[in-house]
């Protein structure tokens, strides 16, 4: 009863209500109840997953997919039964709870018996996988003689995701909810850009281009209205945003010349901070006069870690006086790469939206959504590496602090060209910065 206090009290409760109240009483309190949460779960639905419906999640699966005889029978047929010598009882480890995050991840906190190791969990992974019907299974410890066994079932994105649609006008831009894709309930994916710094992780080929290219499609007509400026720093040659640049209103494709622009974004924002400060303003309102700047930086791990010293020391500190100062400002810095490690990216933990898709390693998705989000069901290292699984990732509540299953819409050759047609910055093809900077360049040289 103390362990299980709601289903040992439930029935006394009832019968206690029936004798004491009536059937009818009780049958319209029960009534009342369940259509107040129907009318919950039907009027507004996100709040209901977020948080009723793991609770009831939880609660069904721990009485139905793992109750007593279940649970004992599994770990049984898995050989983590022992027998105690003294009683001739077979011993199994004990399931405290179950959670249950989203309709596909259950995180089942179990207390092994003396004797047994992490390691001898982990080595019969595939076992438990297979007895537990999940594709895929993460075990790792949780404190002293507890574990925790994350289970993922099914693929809850069979389709594509379509990209995001360009909206007519500048007016249906929304830069608190620019929509990404979609979510493992059916729910539209959206993320607020204004006042926020994003992070993406992802290996290679998970799919990481899709988050740079979405949300430019959804303010595309603010960009081309010039509501929205955009910087890019494509250090990866320009092999991802190198035939899009009369989007940006500056454009970089070497770590040098990213430097500049990212030194040239900071300034930016030094000169809107006193303009503001002058008018007694504590907060930018987007306007053609003060639009809201954004620093994109594909493989910011060329601008942090991977480059030249004195480069990656300066890109450091830059992007940090940017995001600690850039919220009121209206500056805001979207950047992607591969490790989010401390020692690739100094400045983790200044992002405040984080997003993780298919990674290498199982530490990566609590570096880059924050520690403990791998237990409660964020298994990045787990996604399979193939086309099929692309976009596949996950993204924090902000509210409930659990990890909820995403895909972002997959965005072709086709979908960025008709974004550069329709959408192009106010001041056109913007080549000309990269050859501004060369040419600057070369003229220390002469100088020299």
Known sequence: MARHPAITTTPPALATSMLEL??????????????AGLGWYRGHPKTFDRWAAPALRSARRRWVRYVGHRWRGLMIDCEFGRENRRTGHIEVPRLLRVRSASPSIDTLYVKVLRGQSLKRFQDATDELAMALRADALGIVKVKPGVIAITVVRGNPFEQVIDPAEIPADSSDVDLSALYLGEDEYGNDW?????GQHWLGVGATGSGKGSLIWNPLRA??????????????????????????????D???DEPGEALEVIEAFRDDMKSTQRELGEAGKRKFTVSHDTPLRVLMVDELAM???????????????LLAEVMTQGRAA???????????TKDILPVRDLFTRRMCLRTTAENHADMALGEGMR??????????????HAGIGFRVDQYARRPVRVRAGYVSDDDISELVRTCPAPTGDTSSNVVEFRRDDDADEDAA
């Open 330 to 340: 209206g500056f805001s810095v979207c950047a992607y790469l591969q490790e989010p």
């Open 190 to 194: 959206t993320e607020p850009l204004i």
């Open 219 to 248: 303010m595309g007509p603010a960009i081309r209205d010039g509501l929205v400026q955009v910087d890019m720093c494509d250090v990866k040659g320009g092999m991802e945003a190198g035939n899009a640049r009369p989007l940006f």
């Open 375 to 388: 237990v409660k069901g964020a298994l990045a290292d787990e996604i399979p590496a193939d086309e099929e």
């Open 22 to 35: 009536g059937p009818v009483t009780t049958g319209s309190a029960l009534a009342a109840l369940g259509a």
């Open 250 to 252: 500056r454009y970089a």
């Open 303 to 317: 601008m942090t870690a991977l480059g030249e010293s004195g480069i990656t020391r300066k890109a450091v500190k």
